[in-house]
């Protein structure tokens, strides 16, 4: 994985055995890492991906990665809008892998290579809306609107930032370390004292960015 400039016989052979369900994945995905991280990767290589990630029969923790690997590919693909388009409707599932595409989005975004509309920002709020929406991607919404600094979306972030389950309440708090109001200060400091340790170190951490961004 550190030599990033493979010879070609070895990089055909690592596009082929990939595929290979026979391997751990953690041998797929050291022979991934090695294709995306060439000086000149494959510009077709986001097909193998795409290919794996459509695989309903392949484990969902591989086309997770999948997704991952398909986003790090845009830079160098042959066909960046492709790999757009699957990042885009993935993003609007209810599954862990929405929770992903959402944050590949939101990290192509910050590249510039991705420009969500004010629609992402709309679905975001649907998303966490929805009780069919599994808490892995819920999470990952909320990271990301702190990330985007979607303040549009602050009401809904207050509202989480006391709901009863301890994660979505973390990731509240620490939203509103990034981008919450001075008005926010006294939700925030309720996390100091919750009896979740977790929701404790978020709050801690949301109060002193608050104070880096005075």
């Known amino acids: 994985m550190e030599n990033h400039t493979l010879p070609a016989d070895l990089l055909a052979f690592f596009e082929q055995e990939i595929f290979n ?13 090695a294709l995306v991280w060439q000086e000149s990767p494959n510009p077709r290589l986001h097909e193998c991906f795409a290919k794996m990630l459509a695989d309903e029969s392949e484990s969902s923790i591989w086309r997770d990665y999948c997704l991952q690997f398909l986003s790090e590919c845009l830079a160098s693909s042959s066909d960046p809008e492709a790999i757009k388009a699957i990042l885009t409707r993935y993003a609007q599932g209810k599954d862990g892998l929405a929770g992903t595409a959402i944050v590949n989005v939101g990290l192509q975004e910050s590249a510039g290579r991705m420009k969500p509309d004010e629609t992402f920002s709309q679905q975001l709020e649907a998303q966490l809306a929805d009780p069919e929406v599994v808490l892995p991607t819920k999470l990952s919404i909320l990271a990301m609107i702190g990330k985007r600094n979607d303040v549009r979306l602050l009401p809904l972030v207050r509202i989480y930032a006391t709901n009863t389950t301890d994660g ?47």
């Open 21 to 33: 369900r026979e391997y751990w994945a953690v041998i797929r995905n050291n022979m991934a890492n």
């Open 168 to 214: 979505l309440r973390r990731c509240a708090i620490a939203t509103l370390g990034q981008i919450g109001a001075p008005e926010d200060l006294p939700l925030i400091r309720a996390g100091l004292t919750d009896p979740n340790r977790s929701v404790q170190l978020a709050a801690s951490a949301a109060l002193k960015a608050m104070s880096q961004r005075k």
